[in-house]
Nanobody, 123 residues
Framework: QVQLVESGGGLVQAGGSLRLSCAAS????????MAWFRQAPGKEREFVAA????????SYSDSVKGRSTISRDNVKNTAALQMNSLKPEDTAVYYC????????????????WGQGTQVTVSS
């Protein structure tokens, strides 16, 4: 079992940066793949980025590729999403997610979710 808590969201102007953090509970954090998804009002949950158990492999959606970096710290049981060059289109609630061992880009593949943190990018 894993419990996830996101933080770091907020209001930022276009072109700015934010670093989202995800604090995980559990004794086997290093056996979980981690991911970030986002959901804008009225829209489906959208894949943002994923990272493998060791952090050796990462994956990004086309919409954030080149602007975002996902990372994890298996000692501190945290994952993070650094977002740069933010756009108004990035406005959404961002969720941290976890699944056993193998990362995917599909929301249904993740069975542990945080409560979400709001990111609002002003134009």
């Amino acid at each position: 079992q894993v419990q996830l808590v996101e933080s770091g969201g907020g209001l930022v102007q276009a072109g700015g940066s934010l670093r989202l953090s995800c604090a995980a509970s559990g004794r086997t954090f290093n056996n979980y793949a981690m991911a970030w998804f986002r959901q804008a009002p009225g829209k489906e949950r959208e894949f943002v980025a994923a990272i493998s158990m060791s952090g050796a492999r990462t994956s990004y959606s086309d919409s954030v590729k080149g602007r975002s970096t996902i990372s994890r710290d298996n000692v501190k049981n945290t994952a993070a999403l650094q977002m740069n060059s933010l756009k108004p289109e990035d406005t959404a609630v961002y969720y941290c997610a976890a699944r056993w061992q193998v990362p995917t880009t599909t929301a249904s593949g993740y069975n542990y979710w945080g409560q979400g943190t709001q990111v609002t990018v002003s134009s």
